[in-house]
């Protein structure tokens, strides 16, 4: 069997959004799923709308989700010495002719059709058939080059999520290939490169549809089996508009900024159009091991933000605490808190990741931890009072006293003073956390408080 080779082609001529990184994973899922190669090519002749920096956020925004490439990035703009040569080979084989038409003439042409309800197309004036005299051809103007669309019958192709595809020749008009000042247009690099590239399957974006039987075509022209293609349908946004910039669609690394694990995005964008059974939440590895090509969806995914929140909270919970620390640590400091990533820290995400469902919300936890509480009137006043004081008095004396700081040993210290006190548990627990942690609500509180220093608690506990 041939080796699977796929690519991720972008434009980049804006930032890249969920939706458009999707059509990045796929290829590069069926790749490693297959031991095969994933390509990256920049698609950029659309000088200008692209930009260096949108090939930064493109290129960052699938390291940080793990998307690796094996080859390039490879660059258009830089293949156009190739393109050319394949436009020649494709004037000898007779398969491109050049087109004198002026924009003038196309605009009358267009307007006539249009008049007559009739579908805008090129009306194949230039185009040399037996038998057939072409027009003079004008003084000083430079033609474009069009392609000889096969004349008749159709073209087809089973396309891996859309299934069988049949478009009938007579509705695609002669291409233009190349422009006046003999560059080649979009629809004829992207099989040179798919051609040169050895690309098997051209996973893509369903608004590539009406280019793949112009580009089949070119296939066949240079004589190469065009490769298996999956047309993979739209992302929409929560409102169910197709997912854009201009519709308040955010760039990918922004879900980093914002907590999200890359893994857990990874899992949420797979399931946006393919699935594994009923299987919500699964590894990277998992997903590798499962991904074909064979339960593509064929609707739309809608984005919805409270279930990529879910799935990460999943992963947040499943995630090594190291990890995450490294993770929270970088939060923190967005924070302004500087942290250092040690077993202390991974203990701190294994005790309050269970309740977070980002790694924001669990740097808001955490930096009880690395600096000041302000505990709010209203706790204050309803958690200390004339019951509660003197027991907290007491605890205070007895943590202070104690030589070994563990959870074990402040869980005994709370004891004894429930003990003496007479007093509930969450009489006493309650406003020791408003104290220490700033909250009435912590996991098991000796566990909370292990992780301090012994003497912030202390301190922490001096207003009482
Ligand atoms: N450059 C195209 C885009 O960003 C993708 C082309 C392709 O995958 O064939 O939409």
Redesign the pocket.
Known sequence: MTQVRT?????PTGFIHLG?IR?ALYPWAWARSQGGTFVLRI?DTDVERSSQAAVDVIIEGMKWLGLDHDEGPFYQMQRMARYKEVLAQLQQRGAVYPCYMSTTELDALRERQMAAKEKPRYDGTWRPEEGKVLPSVPEGVQPVLRFKTPQGGSVIWGDKVKGRIEISNDELDDLVIARPDGTPTYNFC?VVDDIDMAITH?I??D??VN?TPRQIHIFRALGVEPPVYAHLPTVLNEQGEKMSKRYGAKPVTQYREEGYLADAVVNYLARLGWSHGDDEIFSREQLVAWFNLDHLGRSAGQFDEAKLRWVNAQHMKSCDNAVLAGLVAEQLERRGLTVTVDERLAAMCALFKDRCSTTVELAEWLSIYFSDVQPSEADLAQHLNEVSRPALVALRERLAALTVWDAASINAAIKAVIGESKLKMPQLAIPLRVLVCGRAQTPSVDAVLALFDQKIVEKRLQSI
């Open positions: 690519r991720f082609a972008p434009s458009n059509s698609e992207v051209v893509r974006g608004d590539h280019n």
